[in-house]
């Protein structure tokens, strides 16, 4: 199964709608997947997603299935900062290294990102297990192997947050060290063996549809919801 995670283009978060920059990277971002072997489409329910996934969409000829849990993640700890929004250098600035078993407690938004990651975590494992493929413990079972491609238009906050998940980085590591552009594509791919299956990552963050519509290395992410 190859997965493919499109952030929504450049937003207009007070409309939760796209900036006109965003509307020309959504336009050059459709002409890039037009031809893409996409099996299947889902979307975010949240308005700059489904504008961002509207100009594919209809470039293609083709619709798709929105999930309500695909909406950005409440990554918000206090008002006016959000979890993948923290600065690396604060995120590093500790002696003890930030680990899978304790970065709940070692970040101020660690107690309140525990539950909304497992929320988001146990939906996508349900999801995944309808494509063929259940969680048990680090690595997925194949109930029945998946060759399909598979495009998902979300959210920057979610991307990051599946790839922790997948890729069995804390997630303020990834938050710290990957980036997520608006309109911009990741991909993995499973790795199957004996019935197993694991992710790989393959593309990050690429920009190469709008490469001179890039934003700085932050995510800049407005809301947590």
């Not at 190859?2 to 929504?8: S, T």
């Not at 099996?39 to 509207?54: C, E, K, M, N, V």
């Not at 393959?202 to 001179?212: E, F, R």
């Amino acid at each position: 199964m190859r997965l493919w995670l499109i952030r929504h283009a450049d937003p207009d978060y007070a409309n939760d709608a796209l900036t006109p920059k965003g509307h020309v990277q959504a336009r050059l971002l459709a002409e890039t997947l037009l031809g893409a072997p996409l099996d299947a489409i889902y979307l975010s329910p949240l308005g700059r997603a489904q504008l961002t996934a509207r100009y594919t969409l209809e470039r293609r000829g083709e619709s798709a299935t929105t999930l309500d849990w695909l909406a950005e993640l409440r990554g918000g700890y206090r008002p006016g900062h959000v979890a993948w929004d923290m600065h690396p250098a604060d995120v590093l600035g500790s002696e003890a290294p930030i680990t899978a078993a304790g970065w709940q407690d070692q970040l101020e938004y660690g107690i309140h990102l525990t539950p909304v990651l497992q929320e988001f975590w146990d939906a996508w494992d349900r999801f995944c297990l309808d494509l063929g493929y259940e969680r048990q413990g680090a690595r997925y079972r194949i109930v029945q192997s998946n060759e399909d491609q598979v495009a998902i238009f979300c959210h920057a906050g979610v991307i990051l947050s599946l790839l922790s998940h997948l890729l069995h980085i804390p997630p303020p590591l990834v938050y710290a060290h990957f980036g997520c552009d608006p309109s911009s594509v990741t991909v993995l791919e499973t790795d199957e063996k004996d019935g197993w299956a694991t992710f790989r990552l393959v593309v990050l963050n690429d920009m190469s549809h709008a490469p001179g519509l890039r934003r700085s290395p932050r995510q800049h992410t407005r809301y947590g919801f």
